[in-house]
């Protein structure tokens, strides 16, 4: 696995460059251009193929029988994908599939004695080894092989340029903005300098797209303590939300997630922003009693996370276990990153909790 990012370091007084920086950054993010998902390398690499003996069929009439004969007695288990058969070639089986003294005549005749006669010549063949996910890919692969495919149109809108619609665009690089200037704010105010800025500090905003309002942020605290990565902050703010959360924090009381100091802040910054209030609804149990029954999802449940940077993976297996939706960065994370840079985290299989990952905001 790759490394946690260090505790970050203090630094001396923000200067008037160092606010260009962020200044510069935010103009970026006001662009039309489309976000890119960060997705499974497969997606980029070239065609796989398998090499496999082909028999070149005599008469076309003897095509179904054969076809019936060699699934009986010699099914493609792994090339499930793949049509047996194209034009009067058909596929008999991997190469390394029988031991090598055995010529491929031999193999037939002592597989499937009834084909014996069937084949005018046999050839080596490539073939597709994957099933095609995308029409991209089921293209490139009809073209060496007949193959199925079962179209994916959510997915093969992932892949392209055009996945998000322009209002809706506007909305996630707002967020961005709303990101970049929490850290500004932070950075001026706490007296921190941007040598290396945007390399050692990250800001994290959580959203509730359903109710398109901001449920918590939270700004780099490694300086004071080391667990207290910006996201792993946010998290524990969206916990407060919900009755929960571990490290005691100064928020404001109708804005339980969204530290009290930056608030005023944010909203003469961003009037049109909208901030989830923590407004419980109480629900009767049997007989006179009641409890607080919190109609909120469990942690970051169907939330959208924003942040500067890629998280490490530390952050990266928090947003997992507190079921982010989907997860917005703007800076690569070279050193330690877990959703591009280093690894993929989110495209592990074997979590029992996946997300959608996008950048490509500058």
């Known amino acids: 696995m790759t490394e946690t990012e260090p505790p970050m370091k203090k630094f ?6 160092s606010t260009e920086i962020f200044e ?3 103009q970026k993010i006001d662009s039309n251009k489309n976000l890119r998902a960060v997705l499974s390398d497969d997606f980029d690499q070239p065609l796989k193929l398998i090499k496999v003996f082909v028999g070149h069929i005599k008469d076309v009439k003897d095509i179904s029988r054969t076809i019936l004969k060699l699934n009986e007695k010699i099914p493609l288990k792994e090339l499930q994908h793949l049509k047996r058969v194209r034009r009067k070639d058909v596929i008999l089986c991997p190469i390394n599939f029988f031991n090598n003294t055995l010529s491929i ?4 005749e002592s597989s499937v004695p ?4 069937i084949f005018e010549f046999f050839k080596q063949a490539e073939v597709p080894l994957n099933p095609p996910k995308i029409d991209r890919h089921y293209q490139e692969a009809k073209r060496i092989w007949s193959c199925n495919f079962h179209p994916n149109k959510y997915l093969d809108k992932l892949v392209g340029d055009e996945f998000f619609p322009l209002c809706e665009l506007r909305t996630h690089r707002m967020y961005m903005k709303v990101a970049f200037e929490v850290a500004k704010w932070y950075t001026i105010n706490k007296k921190i300098d941007s040598i290396n800025l945007l390399i050692n500090l990250n800001t994290t905003i959580v959203v509730d797209p359903k109710l398109q309002s901001i449920v918590a942020l939270s700004f780099d605290n490694r300086q004071e303590h080391p667990m207290q990565h910006s996201t792993m902050l946010a998290i524990d703010n969206v916990a407060k939300t919900q009755n929960g959360g571990a490290w005691p924090s100064n928020q404001d009381k109708d ?3 969204i530290p009290e100091e930056i608030l005023p802040y944010l909203k003469e910054t961003f009037p049109s922003l909208k901030f989830y209030r923590n407004d419980f609804i109480l629900e009767s149990k049997s007989g006179t009693e009641k409890e607080d029954r919190i109609y909120a999802p469990y942690l970051c449940t169907g939330y959208y996370v924003y942040m500067l940077r890629e998280p490490c993976v530390m ?9 982010a939706k989907r997860v917005f960065f703007c800076i690569d994370n070279k050193k330690c990153g877990a959703l591009k840079s280093k690894t993929k985290l989110q495209m592990i299989t074997s979590l029992n909790h996946h997300f959608e990952v996008f950048t490509g905001f500058i």
């Not at 001396?12 to 460059?17: P, R, V």
């Not at 005549?105 to 037939?108: E, G, H, Y």
């Not at 009834?114 to 006669?117: G, V, W």
């Open 255 to 257: 804005y339980i997630g």
């Open 315 to 323: 952050c990266s297996m928090a947003l997992v276990h507190a079921r």
């Open 12 to 17: 001396k007084h923000l200067d008037d460059s």
């Open 114 to 117: 009834e084909l014996k006669d």
């Open 24 to 26: 510069k950054y935010i």
């Open 105 to 108: 005549q031999d193999f037939i």
